[in-house]
């Protein structure tokens, strides 16, 4: 089994609202074209395997991996779909080149979201469709309760959701990529529109256009393709429970239980001194909060005083969400955790440009698939 595997190449393309000016297919063959050439391949000679991450229901075509091959230089390749979250595909081409099935790999990721006139009804149709869809609530609802629940177990308040809003969108100023950075005001911030008590329509991350394609390696090819590989240490992925009913409302075990796994292969036994940044899911202020402690990063009853004190601001002990996360980089649906893996990487290259910090070692970056998943993923990255 091979032991070692990198990242070796990345390249990405849009993050903006609406992209009218080109297809999803321009964007994935522009993010791929500048992937290869970071990691010095040739997607029809050293390529042996590609995975394309997309959900049908949101793309609106079935077997959507049919849609991809010739903007990837796959045509005649080994290719499948992960219908799961751009972290999900990442680790299916890791476990891939770790089983010797091939040598180096491509992930690709994507968000038309501009194209998807009724995104809330996709969502919708994903509940349950005899205990929750009859009721005909917007899925948002749900992520209301799970906020009010969380809020009352930890005695934070809506107004550290809002930071978390304040602290994204200023990080994302210094992104040169992501189009919803602001310098917002607490108040402007918490006189949005209210949504589902008490979440806001400023607490919500924003869709965005985007492709992300991802270049891995096994360890003695990384070292000849790249000057800087990024080392995958461990990754770790869990899925809880899918019925509302039955699901934990205040913590997220399956976040824990993807950690941990991680945090095992990494051999990392004390995450909050280890782990130099993280980039992780905020599709929702608040779940940025409640992710922190379900990765073992920060203790729930210190995170208002780590949110009001600076600690999770790119100056601070545990930077979180430098590139401004899905709140300034906007939602990109199955793309997410690529994208937040994008930032990770740079950081540990010292590629970030104004978002960079001093001399990061190890970064973590989990995403969540979403309302009204359950599905996480988690992936531990170090510098060569």
């Known amino acids: 089994m091979e032991k070692e595997v990198a990242i070796v190449g990345i390249g990405w393309e849009g993050f903006q609202p609406t992209s009218s000016h080109y297809s999803y297919k321009e964007m994935i063959y522009q993010a791929a074209k500048k992937a290869y050439h970071d990691a010095n391949v040739d997607p029809r000679k050293d390529i042996q395997s590609f995975v394309t991450v997309a959900e049908d229901f949101i793309e609106g075509t079935s077997i959507f991996d049919e849609y991809t091959p010739d903007q990837l230089g796959a045509a005649l390749k080994p290719m499948h779909t992960i219908t799961g979250d751009g972290l999900h595909g990442l680790i299916t081409a890791y476990l891939m080149i770790r089983s010797g099935i091939c040598q180096i790999a491509a992930v690709e990721a994507h968000s038309k979201a501009s194209n998807v006139k009724t995104l809330p009804h996709i969502t919708h149709y994903a509940l349950d469709p005899f205990l929750n869809r009859p009721f005909e609530f917007h899925p948002d609802f749900i992520a209301g309760l799970e906020m009010t629940r969380f809020l009352h177990e930890s005695r934070l308040t809506a107004e550290d959701c809002a930071l978390v809003v304040q602290k ?217």
């Open 168 to 384: 994204n969108r200023r990080n994302a100023l210094d992104n040169l990529f992501a189009p919803y950075g602001c310098d917002y005001h607490l108040s402007e911030i918490q006189d949005s529109n209210p949504v589902a008590y008490p979440l806001l329509e400023s607490h919500i991350a924003q869709p965005a256009d985007g492709a992300i394609v991802i270049v891995l390696a096994k360890g003695e090819i990384a070292a000849s393709l790249s000057k800087k590989p990024v080392w995958i240490n461990g990754v770790g992925w869990c899925n809880d429970a899918y019925n509302l009913e039955y699901r934990d409302w205040g913590d997220l075990p399956y976040v824990t239980q993807a950690a941990q796994m991680a945090y095992r292969q990494a051999n990392i036994q004390t995450p909050a001194k280890k782990v130099n940044f993280a980039e992780i899911d905020d599709l929702y202020a608040y779940r940025e909060l409640m992710s922190l402690p379900a990765l073992g990063l920060i203790p729930k009853s210190e995170l208002s005083d780590a949110i009001r004190s600076g600690k999770l601001c790119p100056q601070g002990d545990l930077p979180v969400n430098i590139s401004g996360g899905s709140l300034g980089m906007g939602n990109l649906h199955e793309a997410n955790g690529c994208a937040r893996l994008i930032e990770a990487v740079l950081q540990l290259r010292g590629e970030a440009g104004k978002s960079q910090i001093v001399n990061p070692h190890i970064g973590l970056v989990q995403s969540w698939r979403g309302i009204p998943t359950t599905s996480t993923a988690v992936v531990i990255l170090a510098a060569s």
